[in-house]
Each structure stands twice: as C-alpha cells, then as structure tokens.
C-alpha cells in the first residue's frame, strides 16, 4: 500500500474543498461556505490532510479538530469530522477496501496522542448512505450519544477521559403562521451540508408567497452552541426534514413545502414551479 497522508497544499486544496468531487465544478455558493469555515477555524487545530498515491492522485481526505472548536461537546478528545476515502470508479477509482481508511485513523489517532489528547471522538450514521458509523464500531470506537440515526462514538486514551456529546437543539424552529418555515441551519465544514442548504435555497425559489426561508449559518462555534445545532439540518414548520433519509432533490423538497402548504392553508400554493 503505497500511500501516504499530507497536509493539504496549494495543488491539493482544490480538491479538498471540493470533497474530492473534481469529476464536477462545485457550485461557487458551496466554495464560499467550505472556504469561510476553513478560515474561521484554521488558526483554532484544524487539520485537514489528503491521502496521496504514490502517483501523486489524492485518493482520500479527512479532516479533524479539537472538540472544544468542534460541533460536538466535549473536553480534551479530537473530533473527526469526516474521513472519506474515494469510492467512485470515475477519475482516481474506488480506493475503498485497501486499508486507507485504517491508515487514515491510525494517523489522526497518532496526531491525537502526541496532541496530548485523551481520546478521539467521530460520528457516522446508523444508515447505509454515507459516513457508516460501523467503520469506527469496527475500529474499535463505543458509542457515546445518538440522537435518530446519528451516531456519536469515542475512543478514549485514558481512564479520565471524558465522553463527547451531541449538541442538542436548544431553540428549535417554530411553525410559521401561513406559510411555511422552512429552517436551514448551515456550516461549511461538510460538502454534505452545504449540499443541503444550497438545495433548500434553490427550493423555495418561486416560493416567497408559500414559504419563509431562515438560513442560520453556524459557522461559529458560538452559534452552535446558541441554538444547540452542530450538525446541519433543515426544518419544514419546526419539524426535521428527512433527517435520517436518503439524499433527496430541490424538487422533493419543493413538493413537500407546497403540500405542508395546503395542509394548513387549505389552498394550493399555486406559485413558483410546479
Ligand atoms: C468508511 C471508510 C472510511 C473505510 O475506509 P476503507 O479504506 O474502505 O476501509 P479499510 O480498507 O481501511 O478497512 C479497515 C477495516 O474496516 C472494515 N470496514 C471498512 N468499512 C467498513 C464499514 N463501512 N463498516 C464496518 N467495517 C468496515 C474493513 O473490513 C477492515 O476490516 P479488517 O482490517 O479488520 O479486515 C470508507 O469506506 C469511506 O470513506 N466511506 C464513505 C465515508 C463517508 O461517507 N465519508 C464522508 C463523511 S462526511
């Protein structure tokens, strides 16, 4: 295996902030999210590395933070925020299942250790879409906290470590009166949840008569912290939408929003597209 984990330098970047999705321009709305965070947060222990093939392709990322600057609670433990490890066939090919997620983990746990850390803590989904908790399970990691299908595990390094927790929402959004509240809570830390907030953007386009669009960027760990919203998420009259299911498109979503619509106006939302 001859692969090695590097900082991210100027010829990589672009890949990074892109999520090693270079097989398709990145919306510059996405860059813009991805690029703020990275800025609010390299001074405060980020890293961010790629896995390099000995041909110099990058074949895989991650990316992790002390937890005390990340969106979990916790004191004195590494939160990874993703290792992604490529798995499409196009450009550099599927690079699973040949121990680079192993390589990955046993380095930010090593980076962790010589930190002066007590442990690691990571996330994954109780689901099969992406982010598989079951990678850390089998790594050896324990769970700490879940809330739905997110799961938050650990691994710690000492007797007096503490375990992380998820941030749990302390002012959840409210149903709107008439139209719809459609709630995104948005950090550019996760290609993931920029994707979602820019389809929800995109969403309610023709929609300013049905629908009410409160975009609450977390960014700031302060902010986090405020609303007691870490992860991203979007909300249809204070409820989650779809939390824990598959990816969904601008159009689903579209159609959701006009049919909570008519559910409690009793009329069509007849703008926008249909
Ligand atoms: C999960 C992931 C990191 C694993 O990386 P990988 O390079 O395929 O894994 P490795 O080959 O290093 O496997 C190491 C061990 O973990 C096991 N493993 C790998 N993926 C697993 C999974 N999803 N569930 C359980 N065990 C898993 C392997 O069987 C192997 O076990 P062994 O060494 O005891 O035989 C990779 O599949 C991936 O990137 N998946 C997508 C993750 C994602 O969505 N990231 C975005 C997050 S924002």
Redesign the pocket.
Known sequence: MDARIVDVASETEATFFRCLHDEKPQDPRAAALRRKWHDLHKDKGLREKVLLLESGEVA?LCQYIPIEQSPFLGRELMAIL????H?YDHLVGN?????????ILDAIEADARESGMKGVAAWGKDFPY???V??YE??GYVRADAEGQTILVWKPFSADAEAPKLMRLKRPPVPGDRKVDVTVFVSGW?C?GCDYALTARDAVQGLEDVAHYNEIDTSERETQLEYGAGLAGIYLDGEPFRPDGPPFTTEELTAEIRKLYQRKTGQQADSGAA
């Open positions: 895989g993703c290792i992604w490890v798995g690079q699973q299942k040949k121990g680079f997620g192993r390589l992406w982010n598989p079951s990678f089998h790594m996760c993931g």
